[in-house]
Nanobody
Framework: QVQLVESGGGLVQAGGSLRLSCVASGRTYSSYAMGWFRQAPGKEREFVASISRSGLRTYYADSVKGRSTISLDNAKNTVYLQMNSLKPEDTAVYYC?????????????????WGQGAQVTVSS
C-alpha cells in the first residue's frame, strides 16, 4: 500500500509559477514510478508529467513541455512538479500518481495509487 499526499496548490496569476509536492509513504514505495495528472471541470483526467523510479527518465505532455519540470527527492520520498509561465488553461485539480514498476507512464488506466488532489487556479 502506498499513500500519496499533495500540497502546494493555490491561486496564481497568469505567467506565475507554482511548485506542487507529493509525499509518498508505504513500505514498497521504492518500487514505484511517479507521475502527475490533472482534471479540469467537465473534462477527463489527463496526463501531465511522469518520472522513472531512478529519476533519470522523464516525460511530459505537450501542453506543459518546456514550462514544467518533474523531479524526485528519494531521501524525502517526495516528487515535485514545478510549473512556470502558468496559463488559465492550466487550471485544474492536480493529482499525484504512482505505478508499480520502474519506467514513466502516461495512462490513467495503469495507475495503482492516486493522491487526493491539489487545486491549481490560474487567473487571467
Amino acid at each position: 500500500q502506498v499513500q500519496l499526499v499533495e500540497s502546494g496548490g493555490g491561486l496564481v496569476q497568469a505567467g506565475g509559477s507554482l511548485r506542487l509536492s507529493c509525499v509518498a509513504s508505504g513500505r514498497t514505495y521504492s518500487s514505484y514510478a511517479m507521475g502527475w495528472f490533472r482534471q479540469a471541470p467537465g473534462k477527463e483526467r489527463e496526463f501531465v508529467a511522469s518520472i522513472s523510479r531512478s529519476g533519470l527518465r522523464t516525460y511530459y505532455a505537450d501542453s506543459v513541455k518546456g514550462r514544467s519540470t518533474i523531479s524526485l527527492d528519494n531521501a524525502k520520498n517526495t516528487v515535485y512538479l514545478q510549473m512556470n509561465s502558468l496559463k488559465p488553461e492550466d487550471t485544474a485539480v492536480y493529482y499525484c500518481a504512482a505505478r508499480r514498476g520502474s519506467d514513466w507512464f502516461t495512462k490513467t488506466e495503469v495507475v495503482d495509487y492516486w493522491g487526493q488532489g491539489a487545486q491549481v487556479t490560474v487567473s487571467s
